[in-house]
Nanobody, 122 residues
Framework: QVQLVESGGGLVQAGGSLRLSCAHS????????MAWFRQAPGKERECVAA????????YYSDSVKGRFTISRDNAKNTMYLQMNSLKPEDTAVYYC???????????????WGQGTQVTVSS
């Protein structure tokens, strides 16, 4: 059974940075695509970044492109999301997920973490 645990969320002022981590418990981490989703109150869950199994292909939503960087360390079974130049509209619960392909569709992802809150104050 795969377990994903996010960490690194918190409260930050606009323009600041945070680094989220996603620890993967299983032995299959290096075989699967991973992604970061976020969900703000009253809004649908959206994929903000995704990465393929090897880390050499990535996807970013237009809303975070140029500000966020997704990466993974297969030796440590961990994925990261470096978030710079944060804006109040980045406020949301951020989830990591393991999927069958590097896509932005939530239904492709089979395992999810519990989420970590990111709050950006203006």
């Amino acid at each position: 059974q795969v377990q994903l645990v996010e960490s690194g969320g918190g409260l930050v002022q606009a323009g600041g940075s945070l680094r989220l981590s996603c620890a993967h418990s299983g032995r299959t981490f290096s075989s699967y695509a991973m992604a970061w989703f976020r969900q703000a109150p009253g809004k649908e869950r959206e994929c903000v970044a995704a990465i393929n199994w090897s880390g050499d292909s990535t996807y970013y939503s237009d809303s975070v492109k140029g500000r966020f960087t997704i990466s993974r360390d297969n030796a440590k079974n961990t994925m990261y999301l470096q978030m710079n130049s944060l804006k109040p509209e980045d406020t949301a619960v951020y989830y990591c997920a393991q999927g069958r392909a590097m896509m932005r569709t939530a239904s492709i992802y089979d395992y999810w973490g519990q989420g970590t809150q990111v709050t950006v104050s203006s």
